[in-house]
């Protein structure tokens, strides 16, 4: 298991992203299937809210 902070760039590059194969989006796969483990605490937390507040608007 590998342990991250993944960067709010990374979501949201992931996120946007049209490309399938690109970096940030398997990242998100490792982490949805239990390879990549999150480490995260309430000010990631809040600034992954705060970007994804920002990218809504």
Do not use: W
């Not at 940030?24 to 970007?51: A, R």
């Amino acid at each position: 298991m590998i342990y991250a902070v993944l960067d709010t760039n990374v979501l949201v590059s992931a996120h946007i992203s049209r490309n399938p194969h690109a970096a940030t989006i398997k990242v998100i796969s490792f982490m949805l299937k239990g390879i990549i483990t999150p480490i995260y605490n309430e000010e990631i937390l809040c600034e992954y809210h705060e970007d994804h507040r920002r990218s809504a608007q």
